[in-house]
C-alpha cells in the first residue's frame, strides 16, 4: 500500500463520489488490497495498486487521456483510461478489475478518486470526458 492509497478509509469511511459528468453517485473504500466500489446495489472491486499504477500511467501520456468508460462485454477505446484498465502490458499484465462480469468501467469509476486524491485534473461535461495528471 502507498502513502496515496492509504489516505483511502476503510468501509466504516467511505468517500462519496461521483462519475465525471456527475450523473451518478457512487462509494469507494479500500479492503486491505482491494479497492470497493459501491453504485446502488451493485459492488465492484479493482486491485488497490490501479490508484497509483493509473497516475504513473497517466503521467507517462503527458496530457489529456479520454476516460473511454465500458462493461466488461464491449470493447474499451484505444488509449483510453478503460483500455489501460484492461491491457495485457499494464503493470498486473490485464485487468485491474477482480470480479469477473464486472470487470469493466474502471475508466469510469478510478478517475474520480484519483481527483479527489489530487492526483488529476478531470472535466465535467455530459459526455467524452478526458483526464490528465498532475505534476
Not at 446502488?40 to 500511467?57: E, N
Not at 470480479?99 to 484519483?114: E, H, K, N, S, T
Request: with cysteine; charged share 20%; hydrophobic share 40%.
Amino acid at each position: 500500500m502507498s502513502d496515496i492509497t492509504a489516505i483511502i478509509g476503510g468501509a466504516d469511511a467511505r468517500l462519496a463520489l461521483t462519475t465525471a459528468p456527475g450523473t451518478s453517485a457512487y462509494t469507494m473504500h479500500r479492503d486491505g488490497e482491494t479497492l470497493v466500489c459501491t453504485v446502488g446495489s451493485t459492488t465492484l472491486t479493482y486491485q488497490l495498486r490501479a490508484v497509483t499504477d493509473l497516475h504513473a500511467w497517466l503521467l507517462q501520456q503527458g496530457g489529456w487521456v479520454p476516460l473511454g468508460g465500458a462493461d466488461e462485454s464491449k470493447p474499451a477505446p484505444a488509449g483510453s483510461v478503460e483500455a489501460f484498465g484492461r491491457d495485457e502490458a499494464n503493470p498486473v499484465g490485464g485487468w485491474y478489475g477482480l470480479r469477473r462480469g464486472y470487470r469493466g468501467r474502471f475508466g469510469v469509476y478510478l478517475p474520480p478518486l484519483l481527483e479527489h486524491l489530487g492526483l488529476v485534473e478531470l472535466e465535467h461535461a455530459a459526455r467524452n470526458n478526458r483526464v490528465r495528471a498532475k505534476v
